[in-house]
């Protein structure tokens, strides 16, 4: 008996552990609107995303949505879940590791966001209606950018099945296959499931274990956070002695920060210095930390993050910060005002039903381009072959060498036409 006891004790201790600690993976949810990505994180996570008065208006996904999830497997039948109590037994599930999952949306109009979601994902879930014929628009157009972005691992989901017959579900189980042919993830597993009914979801996490590992991350650089979100958590009301400052919510790609670190973000805010616009970096000391659901003191790379300022709420509200780099004073990357990009181009437009081959860039065009969590527009200034110099309207702040996504306005929407590598 007593050592039974102790092996609970150690059971519960382990638990606490995997409960309180910073996620270890970024899982992005990624596809065609309406397919699902939504009420899949609330069935993994119970928690529903849209919470944005036009999201819940609209039935979409506007912003980036987050949940943190532990993977559970149950010591007694090996199902895999995310609950406590296996819901197949009701025999313990000993907690496997914790992920923040990352829900961005699928309609054209919002591609820059989900663009800027994907860079701070490890992997991808990419859903796919068994409802509708497989590929969707923007189903295509995800799976370019997370190819285009780097993304090593993707799940296909095939969601819906409860809405089709056996025939149908196999016939559009069969038209995945055939569009994933050829590309990157032409080996990625297809895990039908309904996330209505919580059908399938014991095989996802399993797949999901075992297919996402861990990134290699470096905690011993100079911290560098990308932002996705920036909001004002104080309720209307609240007594002035009362307000807390302004959150940044994002990933922390390498590097550490701290309670107490005095943070510098950019590019900042914008004034006006011998009758031309410049940037000016905000600097700001960290009040707190949050990951994983709990307040800690530090925080490394890993997981979404929210970090609690001394900024003035009214800086950061309404996402206003979204694409910009948090770091130490004198530690971040360069500002582009100008950028030089070695450009790749497809050869068709993504995101359209009809092929449309993607037509050479012209001179004083202007471009949507998208870098870590930053969306802005450049017009070209000057063309040299495969090197494009572009002029940003909004500045931002990355790497040389850093990778920029870019779009052009086709019938009224902006799609993906290639890629660009900062040359300075």
Aim: net charge positive; proline share 5%.
């Amino acid at each position: 008996m007593p050592r039974k006891k102790s092996v609970k004790k150690e059971e519960a201790k382990e638990e606490k552990i995997i409960e309180g600690q910073q996620p270890v993976l970024n899982i992005g949810l990624v596809g065609h609107v309406d397919h699902g990505k939504t009420s899949l994180l609330e069935a993994l996570s119970g928690k529903w995303a849209d919470t944005h008065s036009e999201e819940i208006k609209r039935g979409i996904t506007i912003r980036l949505g987050y949940a943190d999830v532990v993977f559970r497997k149950c010591s007694e039948c090996a199902e895999y879940t995310v609950k406590e109590k296996c819901p197949k037994c009701n025999g313990q599930a000993e907690p496997l590791k914790k992920v923040s999952f990352v829900d961005a949306p699928g309609h054209e109009s919002l591609m820059a966001t989900m663009l800027a979601g994907a860079t701070i994902i490890d992997g991808a879930l990419l859903l796919v209606s068994a409802a509708e014929e497989c590929p969707q628009p923007q189903t295509r157009e995800h799976l370019m950018a997370l190819e285009i972005i780097g993304i090593k691992d993707i799940i296909i989901v095939q969601n819906k099945i409860d809405l089709v017959s056996e025939e149908g579900a196999i016939t559009n189980y069969e038209q995945i296959e055939k569009f994933i042919k050829g590309t990157a993830y032409e080996k990625a597993p297809i895990i039908p499931i309904s996330a209505q009914h919580k059908v399938g979801l014991s095989a996802l996490i399993k797949t999901m274990d075992e297919l996402f590992s861990v990134p290699k991350r470096d905690s011993s650089k100079d911290p560098l956070m990308f932002v996705a979100r920036s909001f004002d958590i104080n309720k209307p009301g609240t007594p002035i002695k009362k307000i807390v400052g302004g959150v940044l919510g994002g990933s922390l790609k390498e590097g550490r920060l701290k309670v107490g670190d005095e943070i510098e973000i950019r590019p900042g805010y914008g004034v006006l210095e011998k009758n031309q616009k410049i940037w000016k970096p905000i600097k700001t000391e960290i009040m707190g930390l949050r990951t994983g659901g709990h307040s800690i003191n530090e925080v490394g790379p890993g997981g979404s993050i929210g970090v609690l300022t001394s900024l003035d709420p009214s800086i950061v509200k309404s996402d206003t910060l979204v694409g910009s780099v948090v770091g130490l004073h004198d530690k971040l990357p360069p500002v582009w005002y100008d950028i030089l990009l070695e450009v790749t181009l497809l050869k068709r437009v993504v995101g359209v039903k009809e092929e449309l081959n993607v037509e050479p860039i012209k001179l004083n065009e202007a471009l949507m381009l998208n870098v870590n969590s930053a969306a802005t527009v450049g017009v070209v200034i000057e063309l040299k072959k495969n090197k494009i110099t572009y002029k940003l309207r909004l500045p931002f702040c990355a790497h040389d060498g850093s990778r920029v996504t870019i779009s052009r306005m086709i019938s009224h929407r902006f799609r993906l036409i290639g890629y660009g590598i900062i040359k300075g």
